[in-house]
């Protein structure tokens, strides 16, 4: 009986058929490097691609449309409203008017943070905050003390 009239009959052929390969154990062990190798690659590459992926969200969550709006400019710069009318008013950053709205093309926004934002250690803001004329008077009081007169008495 062949395996076709077995399932016919509603008694399907469980029977299976092995097929067994030899190869020598040094052509085994470079196969399985190979493949190992492979497997890292892959890993390596994936780990990559994430990566890249999530500093690209980062930078831009609408990558699609080449303008930007105030809003979206204000938060990518880490910057106010008024800051932004300010680069604008001073013609730092580049803008168009569409109707009553201002935009911003998404290229000039990143032009703008390579060549005007920089990153400020935080040891170098530390110096500067103690260095400030201000910070030395923080529990001195300004003025006359309720109740003196000026006068030595």
């Known amino acids: 009986m062949d ?21 020598e154990s040094k052509a085994f062990a470079a196969l399985v490097e190979k493949i190992e190798k492979i497997a890292t690659y892959v890993e390596v590459s994936l780990t990559k691609e994430t990566e ?6 980062k930078k831009s969550r609408r990558k699609g449309e080449p303008w930007m709006t105030g809003q979206e400019v204000c938060e990518q710069l880490e910057i106010s409203a008024r800051t932004l ?6 013609r730092i ?10 935009r911003y093309r998404r290229t000039d926004v990143e032009q703008f943070c390579e060549r005007w934002m920089r990153e400020t250690p935080d040891k170098q803001v530390d110096q500067m905050i103690e260095a400030h004329s201000l910070h030395g ?4 009081s300004y003025g006359k003390k309720r109740g003196d007169t000026g006068k030595n008495g």
């Not at 395996?3 to 299976?16: A, F, I, R, T």
């Not at 009318?85 to 001073?90: A, D, E, G, I, P």
């Not at 950053?93 to 201002?102: D, E, L, Q, V």
């Open 137 to 140: 008077r923080k529990n001195r």
């Open 3 to 23: 395996e076709q009239s077995d399932l016919c009959n509603g008694k399907p052929n469980y029977q299976k058929i092995m097929e067994i390969i030899a190869i």
């Open 93 to 102: 950053i580049a803008y168009s008017i569409c109707g009553r709205k201002i």
């Open 52 to 57: 890249q992926q999530q500093v690209t969200d």
């Open 85 to 90: 009318q300010r680069y604008r008013t001073n």
